[in-house]
Every structure is written in structure tokens, then in C-alpha cells.
């Protein structure tokens, strides 16, 4: 059926639209962790009419403004409910519009102070733009809302012209990839791949994922080997009337033990923690290939050396690093670092070089710089592998 808008600002006056609540679990101990608001309109003989049939014409106008910030109370009060109850954050969809509309984050906190309710459990979804001009836009209202003390979160990621770039500027703090990207059980290698990668790369950009529509046991273990945080989807739980989700959430914290995560997590994220104190304390870690005279290095916030491209050929890393050292440290450098000596090093059975040189930072000053070289073995490859730890040494 067609609905004008006319016909959906009626509903609304006539308070017609309601909210149903989709519950969202943690991925590895399938624990009740937020729920996500999903306007409904609920007509006079009781027929549900579902969003996807009257928002895109809300959107043609204003109208879908007024529906947001109408859900957005409807969902303060189901909170409010909960004031003596456990309360879990509830998000809400948000229209691109929202971009344009003056003071969206004193608004918003005006409304959730209105019902005296802790900003943390507000999340605003909003969708990613194809259109990069806006993107500034787009990332100034973010930082607003979250200065406000709201979570933000960008919904179905991965269904548009979703790029890498935007990931890596965008200041939320949760990202929802599109159950486009999940096939019925994640059986294609590629899938799973493309998949694995986004995971771990929100996570060194400290962004929490979601994934939406996970309906299949297969979808599910197969998140679960990822380092991905919550679920959404059917496999759990269908979108619910409020009264369904109160008793959930009631049920589910009584039930609840809180869970060891270091029992439940899976290698993938273990790794993920490991590889942040490992950051910590070497914010240069540089993975070289003698063989192939290769090198990948990951750079953890400024290191004061001057900076080197993230992948390149490892002769000109170890040139482009003696032109920065003192010069009285340039000889010792070149040396410990020759390729060809290196690889001898290898073959007599060498485990490691320790190595304290003085480089110039960016900032034009010399610093102590420590470098822990160990060879290591790969199991896919005869190639003579070893990594670098790099960490300024303070005087
Ligand atoms: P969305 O934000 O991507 O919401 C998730 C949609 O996926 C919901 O559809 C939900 O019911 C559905 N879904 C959840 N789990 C599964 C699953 O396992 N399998 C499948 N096939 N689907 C699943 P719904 O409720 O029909 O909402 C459709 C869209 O309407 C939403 O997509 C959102 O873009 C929009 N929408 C809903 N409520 C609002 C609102 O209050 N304001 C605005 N601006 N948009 C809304
Ligand atoms: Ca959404
Ligand atoms: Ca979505």
C-alpha cells in the first residue's frame, strides 16, 4: 500500500506510531547488552504497518524529523520505566536531515534531561554518506553529540560506497555493518575475509562493531571466531513491543552471571588486547622480509622519528632511518641493519640485535631510540621473517 505524507502525519498526531525494541547481545557470551528503537504504526484495527512502507516518504519532508524526535521521547519514557529496573542504552535512527538541524546535540540533551536519564544510555545511529562534501558535516554534528555525552554509532556500514577513508576519520563510536556483507552461513572464503578484516581494523581504530541480520547458526559461529562485540538479528530476538522488552530485559539480569571474558574471547580479540600493550610500550613495530627486501611497519600515535611509509622496500627503510640518526650513530646503524649481514646473521643461528642509536624526531630534536630485532619463523613461508620494536628512550 502507498501512504501519503499526509497520511503519516496523521498517524502521528493520532499517536499511531509506537516503538518496537530489537535486543543486541554480546557476541561471545550472548549476554543482553543494549536494544535498538524501531518505529511501527500500529493502526486502529490493530494492522502493523512496518517502516520500510512509510519512512522513505516521511523523508521527502520535514515530517521524518518530527517522527524521529517523537520516537526518541517514546523511547525516553520506556527508560524511564526502567528506573528502578536494570536499564540497557537504547539507540535511535536518525535521518540524515538531523545534519542540518540547529543545536541537534542541546535538543537531544534537553529531552533526555527532561526524564533525568544518563546520557550514556542514548546511542544515535545515523547512516553513512556517499556525498564526501557533506562529510565534514557529518563528522562536526558526531563530535557534538558526543561531547554531549551520547554515543554515536554509523548504521549499515557496508551497504553503500562505504570507504576505508571514511572509517578511519569518522569520530563515532560503533560501527553497524550491513547484513549485506553476511551471506546465509558465510561459507565464501572472500566473505570471510573481507569480513575479518573489518573487524580488526575498527578495533585498532577503538570503533565497537555490530553486525545486523544475523540469522543463521553458521552466521553466528563464524562472528564469533571475529572480534566482533554484538549481535543483532533474528537468531536472538525479533523487534518486540515495549512490554516484550521490559519483561527481556527484567529476566535477563536476574539470570545474568557476569562473564569472564578471558574464558569466553576467542584468539582473534585476545590477540587484539596483546597487540595494545605491546603498542603501548613499542609504538613502532616494523615486520620485515629479508628475503624478498620487504618491510610493513604499523605506527602507534607519533613516534618522534621521521616518519616512514607504511609499506616499502626495506634497503630504503634502513637508508632513510641512518639519514636520521646522529651522525656519530650513523656507522653502527647501517651496519647492524645491512641486509646481506643480516641474513648471514640468520643462517649462524642469531636470535636478536639490540641496538641504542640517537634520531632526529620531526620536531627537530635527537632522542634516544631503542630497537629490539628478532628473527622469527612463519609457518606459510621459507622467507627469513623478523620484526622490529621500536620505543624512544627518555633520559
Ligand atoms: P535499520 O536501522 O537497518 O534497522 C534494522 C532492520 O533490520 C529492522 O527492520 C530490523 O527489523 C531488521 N532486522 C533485524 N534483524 C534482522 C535479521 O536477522 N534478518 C533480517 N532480514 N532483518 C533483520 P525494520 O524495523 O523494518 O526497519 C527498517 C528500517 O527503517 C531501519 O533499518 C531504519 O533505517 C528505518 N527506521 C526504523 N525506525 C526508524 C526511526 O525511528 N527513524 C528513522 N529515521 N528510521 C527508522
Ligand atoms: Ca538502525
Ligand atoms: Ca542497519
Not at 493502526?43 to 524529523?65: H, N, Q, R, T, Y
Not at 561459507?187 to 585498532?204: G, M, Q, Y
Not at 604499523?298 to 622519528?305: E, L, R
Request: proline share 4%; with cysteine.
Amino acid at each position: 500500500m502507498n501512504y501519503s505524507a499526509e497520511d503519516v502525519r496523521k498517524a502521528l498526531e493520532n499517536k499511531e506510531l509506537c516503538v518496537y525494541y530489537q535486543p543486541l547481545y554480546v557476541t561471545v557470551t550472548s549476554q543482553l547488552k543494549s536494544a535498538e528503537a524501531l518505529v511501527r504504526w500500529i493502526k486502529k484495527d490493530g494492522s502493523i504497518v512496518s517502516p520500510a512502507s512509510f519512512i522513505p516518504v516521511a523523508e521527502e519532508s520535514d515530517l521524518i524529523m518530527d517522527i524521529d524526535w517523537y520516537v526518541t521521547e517514546l523511547v525516553c519514557q520506556t527508560l524511564e520505566k526502567q528506573n528502578y529496573m536494570p536499564q540497557f542504552p537504547i539507540s535511535v535512527n536518525f535521518s540524515r536531515k538531523h545534519i542540518g538541524e540547529k543545536d541537534f546535540a542541546k535538543k537531544l540533551s534537553d529531552l533526555v534531561d527532561k526524564y533525568e536519564l544518563p546520557h550514556p544510555l542514548i546511542e544515535v545511529e545515523i547512516t553513512e554518506s556517499a556525498i564526501v562534501s557533506e562529510e565534514n558535516r557529518l563528522f562536526e554534528w558526531i563530535t557534538s553529540i558526543r561531547e554531549a555525552g551520547f554515543t554515536v554509532a554509523i548504521d549499515d556500514f557496508g551497504s553503500g560506497l562505504s570507504s576505508l577513508n571514511f572509517v578511519k576519520d569518522v569520530p563515532a563510536d560503533v560501527l553497524k555493518i550491513d547484513k549485506s556483507l553476511l551471506s546465509h552461513n558465510c561459507e565464501d572464503e572472500k566473505e570471510r575475509i573481507v569480513l575479518e578484516s573489518i573487524f580488526t581494523f575498527a578495533h585498532r581504530l577503538h570503533l565497537k562493531t555490530v553486525a545486523e541480520g544475523v540469522e543463521t547458526k553458521e552466521q553466528l559461529a563464524f562472528l564469533r571466531s571475529c572480534d566482533c562485540n554484538k549481535i543483532q538479528g533474528y537468531i536472538f530476538a525479533r523487534p518486540m513491543p515495549e512490554e516484550d522488552y521490559l519483561s527481556l530485559c527484567m529476566a535477563h539480569k536476574a539470570a545474568e552471571e557476569p562473564a569472564d571474558i578471558l574464558q569466553m574471547q576467542n584468539h582473534a580479540s585476545a590477540v587484539n588486547l596483546l597487540m595494545e600493550v605491546v603498542f603501548r610500550r613499542y609504538p613502532l613495530i616494523i615486520f620485515t622480509n629479508l628475503s624478498r627486501n620487504t618491510y610493513y611497519a604499523m605506527v602507534y600515535q607519533n613516534f618522534t622519528t621521521t616518519s616512514c611509509p607504511s609499506t616499502g622496500i626495506f634497503d630504503e627503510l634502513i637508508e632513510h632511518g641512518t639519514a636520521s640518526m646522529h651522525p656519530d650513530d650513523r656507522e653502527i646503524f647501517s651496519a647492524a641493519f645491512n641486509r646481506k649481514k643480516l641474513i648471514s646473521e640468520y643462517y649462524a643461528g642469531k636470535q636478536e640485535i639490540h641496538l641504542v642509536t640517537r634520531q632526529l624526531g620531526d620536531d627537530g630534536i635527537y632522542r634516544k631510540a631503542e630497537t629490539f630485532y628478532y628473527f622469527v619463523k612463519s609457518g606459510n613461508s621459507e622467507d627469513i621473517i623478523a620484526i622490529a620494536l621500536c620505543q624512544n628512550l627518555t633520559d
